[in-house]
């Protein structure tokens, strides 16, 4: 059975960088029908796309975040990783990451990690 | 930027059925999917492609999608369903969530 599972620090600094990663287990994250995903919510908030990453390295980011955001792959690892700089307290946030299927473009994210909280404070 | 609008809270009764709707400019033009969050749990997918359900969630939960307006219909609510629930499509290869319904069951 497929797992995801977020790891990194859960409190950052401001005007630092947020570096999370995702191990994929039970699966591989070479497959070539999914593409692999970071979403965040907010304390009491609702649910943000950040972005989405293949195994080959292709990406695609929201928007509002893409200035900040970077994803990459190790597929040896079987690890996704997300980078977000210049954070500040509006970045403090459950960040999942998750399973997305691909159905010649972006489908639903299937699978989800368990979540990892991350605060922005000094 | 595309916007997925839901009602903030619906309310039922057990054993009758909820409607939750999900609207953006065409979204019948698009898939959408639907996930059902717990209070300190993970999302989990309940609806894709519209009106699919993932194996292992319960035929009570459907969906459809026309217009500019997807729907979230539980059939014989169960106190169980009580969750926020979230719909999500994708414009352009980006995706959007909306801002999420809370649903009581009372």
């Known amino acids: 059975q497929l797992q995801l599972q977020e790891s990194g620090p859960g409190l950052v600094k401001p005007s630092e960088t947020l570096s999370l990663t995702c191990t994929v287990s039970g699966g591989s994250i070479s497959s070539s029908s999914y593409y692999w995903g970071w979403i965040r919510q907010p304390p009491g908030k609702g649910l943000e796309w950040i972005g989405s990453?293949?195994?080959?390295?292709?990406?695609y980011y929201n928007p509002s975040l893409k200035s900040r955001v970077t994803i990459s792959v190790d597929t040896s690892k079987n690890q996704f990783c997300l980078k977000l700089s210049s954070v500040t307290a509006a970045d403090t946030a459950v960040y999942y990451c998750a399973r997305q299927k691909w159905l010649g473009g972006p489908d639903a994210f299937d699978i989800w990690g368990q979540g990892t909280m991350v605060t922005v404070s000094s | 930027s595309y916007e997925l609008t839901q009602p903030p809270s619906v309310s039922v009764s057990p054993g009758q059925t909820a409607s939750i709707t999900c609207s953006g400019d065409?979204?019948?033009?698009?898939?959408t999917c639907w996930f059902q969050q717990k209070p300190g749990q993970s999302p989990v997918l309940v609806i894709y492609?519209?009106?699919k359900r993932p194996s292992g969630i319960p035929e009570r939960f459907s969906g459809s999608n026309s217009g500019n307006t997807a729907t979230l219909t539980i059939s014989g609510t169960q106190a169980m369903d009580e969750a926020d629930y979230y719909c999500?499509?994708?414009?352009?290869?980006?995706?959007?969530f909306g801002g999420g319904t809370k649903l009581t069951v009372l």
């Open positions: 492609q519209d009106s």
């Open positions: 999500q499509a994708w414009d352009s290869s980006f995706v959007v």
């Open positions: 065409k979204l019948g033009d698009k898939y």
């Open positions: 990453i293949y195994y080959s390295g292709s990406t």
